[in-house]
């Protein structure tokens, strides 16, 4: 059963929601440069090169750094919605390693973490 905790859940929630729609639109605009549908760039993609067809190997880096970040940010989508996860399960807040509180000012600044800054800083060093 959860246990109750003075955390303000639904300000936490907001954010994380907030978040998750960020991300949902930063990753969609990577995917739309990656798939080239970028809008913004699709006018004039072909025309930032002397020869026809542009730098396949300055595009192909473009991408693959596009792909990496694109990877990155669904990792961050994928944290979000388990904290979302966690505050309607009523788990939120709770490391997942020692199940104790993870402090408030941690979560101010990272709103989807799951450990506490003692476990966090265990799994680093």
Known sequence: MPRKRRLDVEKFRERL???KANLEHELQRIEDRTAGRDRLNS??????????GGDAA????????SMAIGENLREMLENVNNAIKRVDEGTYGICAVCAKDIPKARLEIMPSATMCTECRARLTS
């Open 58 to 65: 300055q595009e192909t880096l473009e991408r693959s750094q």
């Open 43 to 52: 006018d004039t993609a072909g025309e930032d090169f002397d020869e026809p």
């Open 17 to 19: 929601l907030e978040e």
